[in-house]
């Protein structure tokens, strides 16, 4: 494969991911301002309490969709690790989703209905490129072991370039090493 192809590749691989993640996160985008909006409008919890119940609900929901959809195929091993992890990168999108919508209500004094979902929406917004890197970066790593036989089989395509032997096309410098210019004595006989 040229390196052109393994770019490509890549990227689409990324593409990929990014549209199930963005899939499984507008089901919970739904899911967090359905409740939010029915725990606002049928209790009398104030406008944060509110979405971090919401919050709370759409995590529990997003952990099931990134494990079995959007992350199927990483590294299974180790849930508890996996879990904890997302819980603590999800308490730290909390905070920033809800803490967007709480700058809003209490210090500008924005609480209306519209103003709330905006500011929501925002946080969220903030909060999911937040969570995004995170998630694909500590919680649901790639297997390892596939990397590594991509990186080999790419490299085993190679081709060697003429008038250099023993170096292969898109070696790094560094691993070539310089040729030997000292005589070299011959053995006769």
Known sequence: MT?????????DQIWREIAKFGAVGAVGTLVNFGVFNLVRHTTDLQVVRASVVA????????????????????????RTKELTLFLLFSSVGLVIENGVLYAA?????????????FFKFLGMGIATLFRFWSYRTWVFKALPAREAVAH??????????RGKPG??????????????ERPVARRTG
């Open 105 to 117: 209500t209490y210090w500008f004094g924005w609480d209306g209905r519209l103003a709330a979902n």
């Open 167 to 180: 170096s292969l096309r898109g070696e790094p410098e560094s691993l070539r090493g310089e040729p030997d």
């Open 55 to 78: 919050t709370v609900v759409a995590i529990a929901f997003n952990y099931v969709g990134f494990r079995y959809f959007t992350y199927r195929d990483r590294d299974k091993s180790g």
């Open 152 to 161: 080999a089989e790419s490299f085993l395509e190679k081709e060697p370039l």
């Open 3 to 11: 390196e052109r192809g393994a770019l490509r590749g890549r990227l």
